[in-house]
Structure formats: structure tokens, C-alpha cells
């Protein structure tokens, strides 16, 4: 790719933005990302892009709506400006909860936001871990899917995960913990869950024995925060001497907050795809920036090199 390598940020998350600008040692491209006074979005790039290699920043993070916009028309200003090349960078790729139908009637949002992406003039879509990886395949264009894993699991000491236990919080979740104990080491315990309704969790039956150990409870995401005290409070009622947990998305919806704190969970690891509310309980709580993975991805993206070597 010759072209320039210009990156754009929506409203989403700006730190996060700052910090990979900071790593890529770049500055943010110059735009207007706004409101109408009518409320609608606004968009505006301040910087001529033809020819270059553009990368729009954005997590679809809540407001979800506002947020996805937000990306969809900075794509469309960078298309319709003739960049060379527009790579979605979304750390948080949101409506990926509906990557299919659960019962008659319902959407498949996650592939709307793929198909709206594409209409859009997006050609490559860089991202951490999607709920499902099965959402790659929504798209007809390259999707970069990093891993939070290496990441998350080289904050947990290996002396320490020799005696310990990774724990898949539901059956969906067995192959991301396994990955994570192969890295981190200790053995593996998997709980099952199921969904009474939606946003609703009640633990059915664990497999593996965490009496006495310290138990590291591994999901992508922590939403209502149901799987993750659900699963904690199993753990303790099964004798559990510390619950850890680690996760790459915290969205924090509703009282989910409030619902950690008085959990057993001692210690929370947390990628930084998503904004930590202010109310977040600091003192249960670290973040691992994903910056540098994302900054490195980029260039190496712009510069037509692998990023296999990022998931190791
Ligand atoms: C389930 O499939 C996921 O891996 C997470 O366990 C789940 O989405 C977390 O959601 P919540 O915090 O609302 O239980």
C-alpha cells in the first residue's frame, strides 16, 4: 500500500484513540465529529485523504446507535473522499449478541452491521474478540479478529496458575478458556448455564473440582454481569479459596456494577475495548490496554505485513 496511512476516531472511546496515535507516534487525522443542532450526526474531514490508506477508530459501543453512525458515515465522508483503502478498526464490535435467531421473528443484527459496514465503503475490518466468531464470516471483505487472550493471561503469574483453575463460565466459552490455560497454566473447569430469559442467567452444573483453589473465571464480556456472579457464587458454594476473573469487553449494562462489587470476585481483568463507567469499582479492577495490539495491527495492516504474529 503506498498510499499515506491517515486514522480518523469517532466518539466512541478517545482515549483509547489518543493511545494508539501515541504508539503509531501520529497524529489523530483532523475531523468534525458532531451533532446537527437537530441531532443528527455530523461528519466532516478537515484533511484531504485521496489515495491514502485511512483507518476509522470506533468501538460500537453504547449509545450503540449513536456510535455505529458515527462509524457508518465517517466510512462514507473517507469513500465518497476517495481514500485509497478504509479499514474499520472497532475494538468493541457491538450487536454481536444477535449473530442469530434464537426463536421465529427476530433479526440477525450482527450481519445487518456487517452489511451496513460494507455499504458504507468499508474494505477491511480490524477487531477484538467478536461474541461469535462465526460473525467473521458475515463479511465478504478481510476481517482482521485479534485475540484479548495472550494478553489477558500474561497478567496472571504462572507460579500462581499452576495450582489454579480457568473456568469457562458456559459451554460456548470452553475453547477461549482452554487457550487461555494453555498459556497461563493450571487445569480447567467448565460451568453450564442457561438463559431463563433474556439478560437473565442461572448456573445448571460445573465440571472439575476448585476446593481449596484459587479459580480464574474467563468470559469475552461482561454485560449484565448474570454469567460472571452467577458463575462466582457457583464457585464459592464449591469451595473456591479466591475468585479471579478476565474478560476483553466490560459493558457494564444496567446494575451490573453494583452486582460485581457485592460479588465474590476478588479481581477483575479488563480490556480496555470499551470506556470503564466512572462508578467502576477500582479496587477490583485493572485494566490491560489494547493499544499497543491494535497501534502494531494497524501498521502492520498499512504496511502489508502478517499479524499472525499477534496472537502468540
Ligand atoms: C455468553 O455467551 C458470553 O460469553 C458472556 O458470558 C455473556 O454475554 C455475558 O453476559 P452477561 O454479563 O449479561 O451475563
Do not use: W
Not at 79 to 85: D, F, K, V, W
Request: charged share 25%.
Amino acid at each position: 500500500m503506498d498510499g499515506r496511512l491517515q486514522v480518523f476516531a469517532g466518539n466512541s472511546h478517545p482515549r483509547l484513540a489518543a493511545q494508539i496515535m501515541e504508539t503509531l507516534e501520529a497524529p489523530l487525522g483532523r475531523a468534525v465529529v458532531g451533532t446537527y443542532r437537530n441531532g443528527e450526526t455530523r461528519v466532516k474531514l478537515d484533511e484531504n485523504v485521496r489515495g491514502s490508506d485511512c483507518f476509522a477508530i470506533q468501538s460500537i459501543c453504547a449509545p450503540y446507535d449513536h456510535h455505529l453512525m458515527e462509524l457508518l458515515l465517517m466510512c462514507d465522508a473517507l469513500r465518497r473522499a476517495s481514500a485509497a483503502r478504509i479499514t474499520a478498526v472497532i475494538p468493541y464490535y457491538g450487536y454481536a449478541k444477535q449473530e442469530k435467531k434464537t426463536t421465529g421473528r427476530e433479526p440477525i443484527s450482527a450481519k445487518l452491521v456487517a452489511n451496513l459496514l460494507c455499504t458504507a465503503g468499508v474494505d477491511r475490518v480490524l477487531t477484538v474478540d467478536l461474541h461469535a466468531p462465526a460473525i467473521e464470516g458475515f463479511f465478504d471483505i478481510p476481517v482482521d479478529h485479534l485475540r484479548a487472550t495472550p494478553l489477558l493471561a500474561r497478567h496472571f503469574r504462572r507460579e500462581v496458575m499452576e495450582s489454579a483453575v480457568v473456568v469457562s463460565p458456559d459451554s460456548g466459552g470452553v475453547a477461549r478458556a482452554e487457550d487461555f490455560r494453555v498459556r497461563a497454566g493450571g487445569a480447567l473447569a467448565i460451568i453450564s448455564k442457561r438463559h431463563p430469559e433474556p439478560d437473565a442467567t442461572e448456573t445448571l452444573e460445573m465440571v472439575g473440582d476448585v476446593d481449596g483453589k484459587v479459580a480464574v473465571i474467563v468470559d469475552d464480556m461482561i454485560s449484565t454481569g448474570g454469567t460472571l456472579v452467577a458463575a462466582a457464587e457457583l464457585l464459592k458454594e464449591r469451595g473456591a479459596a479466591e475468585i479471579h476473573a478476565a474478560a476483553s469487553h466490560g459493558i457494564f449494562a444496567g446494575d451490573a456494577l453494583n452486582a460485581l462489587a457485592a460479588s465474590p470476585v476478588s479481581r477483575l481483568f479488563l480490556c480496555d475495548t470499551i470506556p470503564l463507567p466512572d462508578a467502576a469499582p477500582r479496587q477490583k479492577l485493572e485494566t490491560i490496554t489494547v493499544a499497543p495490539l491494535l497501534a502494531e495491527a494497524i501498521m502492520r495492516i498499512h504496511k502489508d505485513l502478517s499479524i499472525s504474529a499477534l496472537f502468540t
